[in-house]
């Protein structure tokens, strides 16, 4: 499928970025809609689904990017990227654990913003076109036809990068997996020094699989990634 084909939204506050941005995206491929509000992003959002990613900037006066990503996570799970201030770590943990898919610092190279949406785009249209397979573990029902999960019958909402993770361990059941491949097979990137992206969207799945009442099934192997358990090897751990 062809960039021309995607429709970007891009919010930030700063008009003249947003602009160069934007001109920057559609020089690329993409259609682009720009807004400056928090308000204005959030009722363009819950209004229509038209958007395939949105690019998102933090630090916005009045209604903050984690406020929007609060407010549309909670409705729907189109994919979206932050943008980020250099060295603001906690605001991109906080907003990975809210639900963003990615992020990248500002100032941002534009070219990388494009191949970063590319692969949002690219990893949320491979579960959409792929065969339908299902994967089953732990009471956890997996289908990657229609990009659902269900725990015991009842649905387990993720974000694309959550649901992309959990697919991963589950097919790679009983394997330790780096965290440099997880990152890559995930995001479609390499890992970054001091990327916790990947640690966070585990440490969400693992949440919500104990809300569920599924507890302990992936395990941090230390300094090198995650391993989802087998039936057997979670009775053996659990001694």
């Known amino acids: 499928m062809e ?23 559609q020089e ?10 928090g308000d204005a992003a959030v009722a363009r959002l819950l209004e229509s689904d038209e958007f395939d990613t949105v690019v998102l900037d933090i630090m916005m006066p009045g209604m903050s990017g984690l406020d929007v990503l609060r407010t549309v996570r909670a409705k729907q799970q189109i994919p979206i990227l932050m943008l980020t201030g250099r ?3 906690i605001d991109r943990i906080v907003g990975l654990e809210m639900g963003a898919d990615d992020y990248l610092a500002k100032p941002c190279n534009p070219r990388e913003l494009g191949a970063r949406i590319r692969a949002i785009i690219r990893r949320t249209q491979q579960g959409n076109t792929n065969h339908i397979v ?14 659902t999960a269900l725990v015991n019958n ?10 992309n993770a959990l697919s991963l361990l589950m097919e790679r059941a009983g394997q330790t997996i780096s965290k440099q491949d997880m990152t890559q097979e995930v995001l479609n990137r390499p890992l970054e020094a001091y990327d916790r992206a990947m640690d966070v969207h585990v440490s969400r799945i693992r949440q919500k699989l104990a809300a569920a009442n599924i507890h302990d099934v992936i395990k ?8 989802m358990l087998t039936e057997p090897q979670l009775q053996q751990e659990k001694g």
């Open 154 to 163: 009842v649905a387990l909402p993720l974000t694309g990068a959550e649901f």
């Open 87 to 89: 060295g603001d770590d």
């Open 28 to 37: 690329d491929g993409f259609a682009v809609e720009t807004l400056n509000s």
């Open 220 to 227: 941090s192997v230390r300094g090198v990634g995650y391993q």
């Open 134 to 147: 299902h994967a089953q573990l732990h009471g956890i029902l997996l289908d990657s036809g229609a990009r």
């Open 3 to 25: 960039n021309d084909k995607y429709k970007i939204l891009l919010v930030d506050d700063d008009a003249t970025l947003c602009a160069l941005l934007s001109e920057f995206l």
